[in-house]
């Protein structure tokens, strides 16, 4: 009976200790979010507003992950701790970009493009955290509209000139959408070689302000909504860079068709390609016209809209009978000093496909290695069959902000299920 006793005892002590290890593990595994509202200052002119998702561990206030949020997209940083030379902690972009923080847990500091060093004050605009998903994205004061008064109904859809001023405006589409639970108004603006990616803002009375940031675009539009239901305003980038642009509401404008922009020079469908792999540097022969189907990607490490259509290409890198390829053109034309660039897309992605180094992105370097004219665009894909006839090439790429994405994405899986089938092009 006392052995059984004592056995009893020994048995809640360790089922104690086991319980309380689970509670302290689990104590110490519990994330906690916030979500703030954050600004670069380019210039006098362009300050750009976003917001940012940190997460932390309930035992200490460190960052353990900060993301980018514009709208629906949420883009991860990756820590690299404290840099001894910078005396900052690093979190940095898929792209060749970085934000500098003063100290783990603190929103000062600077963003810093790392391809010419060019820095720019990054703040958090209030010490008080937020557990609400969606918190204005600008802040009152930056508007001179009274709210309510008057508010003009806001369409969906615009036909816009961009750079309206000028005597040679480009053609764009702006597309809208608000959410009734939040407020937030979200979209994005389509031009002939891509999309603005992910815009995201806030309405008050007249005046709508969006912006987008992931590391390369610094988007800012301000937006004046008429009486009329047309819209003018200001589209800023970076510290530099501003155009007056304007739209009117219109729900059946198309861009030109994106297929017959690039064409092959004197109908050369048969390509002979051997490009450097991006990391070994050996070299590499672009099968075509060798029993699968050959997708070639015309891309940059640098290039947003790329990383959009890499991210649906590495979807389809599962189909039998399809090899995918991208050509990186990058700021230099020195394949290692491009290697980490390229490799941190790679990684960012994790990317299926190989990426072969192309050379420089200069204007007409894409001509000169492929039989094409009018290259307008990075991204642009060129897609060929099993006996290495050309079926088409596509200029620019609209990703997964835009309303059309889902349709274009389901037809070219479509196509290459198609393409690919044991029975096609045999």
């Not at 059984?4 to 809640?12: E, R, S, V």
């Not at 701790?81 to 792209?95: L, Q, R």
């Not at 000139?161 to 764009?172: F, Y």
């Not at 297929?259 to 050369?268: A, R, V």
Request: glycine share 6%; charged share 25%; with cysteine.
């Amino acid at each position: 009976m006392y052995q059984k006793k004592h056995l009893l005892t020994a048995l809640a002590l360790i089922f104690g200790v086991i319980a309380f290890s689970t509670y302290l593990f689990t104590r110490s595994n519990m994330k906690s979010s916030n979500f703030w509202n954050a600004n670069i200052k380019f210039s006098e002119n362009h300050t750009l507003f976003f917001q940012i998702e940190t997460t932390s561990s309930e035992e200490s206030e460190d960052f353990e992950a900060i993301a980018i949020i514009n709208g629906d997209e949420k883009i991860q940083l990756i820590s690299q701790g404290f840099d001894e030379d910078a005396k900052k902690y690093i979190w940095t972009f898929p792209f060749q970009s970085e934000i500098r923080l003063n100290s783990k847990n603190d929103f000062t500091g600077v963003f810093v493009k790392t391809e010419n060093n060019e820095s720019y004050p990054f703040e958090i605009l209030s010490k008080t955290k937020s557990s609400k998903k969606k918190i204005n994205r600008f802040p009152n004061r930056v508007f001179s509209s009274v709210p309510n008064q008057n508010e003009v109904l806001l369409s969906d859809r615009f036909s816009l000139k961009l750079k309206s001023s000028s005597s040679n405006p480009k053609a764009g589409i702006a597309e809208f959408q608000r959410d009734p639970k939040t407020n937030e108004y979200t979209g994005s603006i389509l031009t002939q070689t891509g999309d603005y990616r992910y815009l995201a803002g806030t309405r008050m009375g007249n005046q709508l302000y969006i912006s987008t940031f992931d590391g390369v675009h610094a988007y800012s539009f301000l937006i004046n909504i008429k009486e009329n239901g047309h819209i003018e305003g200001i589209h800023f980038s970076g510290e530099s860079y501003s155009e007056p642009f304007t739209g009117v509401p219109d729900s059946t404008s198309i861009l030109d068709d994106p297929y017959k922009i690039t064409k092959i020079i004197n109908d050369q469908s048969k390509l002979h390609l051997i490009l450097p792999e991006y990391k070994s540097g050996e070299l590499v022969r672009i099968p075509i016209g060798e029993g699968k189907v050959t997708l070639i990607q015309v891309m940059g490490s640098w290039c947003p809209n790329c990383l959009d259509e890499s991210s649906f290409f590495n979807e389809l890198s599962g189909f039998d009978n399809l090899n995918i390829y991208a050509l990186a053109f990058e700021k230099s034309e020195d394949r290692l000093k491009s290697l980490n660039s390229i490799k941190r897309i790679e990684s960012y992605l994790g990317l299926k496909y190989p990426i072969l180094f192309a050379g420089k992105a200069e204007k007409n370097e894409v001509e000169r290695l492929l039989p094409i004219s009018n290259f307008i665009s990075y991204p642009t894909y060129l897609l060929f069959d099993k006996k290495g006839d050309l079926v088409e090439i596509h200029a620019g790429f609209s990703g997964p902000a835009t309303k059309d994405y889902s349709k274009f994405t389901s037809e070219f899986r479509s196509k290459i299920q198609s393409l690919t089938s044991n029975y096609h092009g045999q």
